[in-house]
């Protein structure tokens, strides 16, 4: 059951730890009154989603990431693309994954601290 006052449902993988915030606040924003929305990334469309209350019925008849991507070529030119800096969060299926997203984060944090400190 979705609480009475949600007018919208974000639909996020859990094995995207790449998926921020900013990303999520920016797919709200871009979505307009749209019953669809999904992020445009710079290599294709990609999680989160977020669907109006029009579409939680059809969201409870679903099962598995599949049916949502039926959902959406059903709809067709209905889904707003909301665009969104960057590449398709990187999907964290496999160990392999895991050890990319560490690298990407050790890299990140190197970065930060090569800054001059702003004192």
């Not at 790449?18 to 999680?47: F, K, M, N, S």
């Amino acid at each position: 059951m979705v609480d009475a006052r949600a007018d919208v449902l974000v639909l996020m993988l859990g094995d995207q730890p790449g998926v921020t915030p900013q990303g999520v606040a920016t797919l709200i924003a871009g979505r307009g009154d749209a019953d669809l929305a999904a992020c445009a990334y710079e290599d294709g469309r990609g999680h989160p989603f977020a669907f109006s209350r029009a579409l939680f019925g059809d969201l409870a008849t679903l099962h598995g990431d599949k049916g949502v991507w039926k959902l959406m070529d059903r709809a067709g030119e209905a889904v707003v693309d909301v665009p969104a800096p960057g590449v398709i969060p990187l999907d964290v299926d496999t160990w392999e994954d895991y050890e990319a997203v560490l690298a990407t984060r050790s890299a990140e944090v190197a970065d930060y601290r090569s800054l001059p400190n702003p004192k």
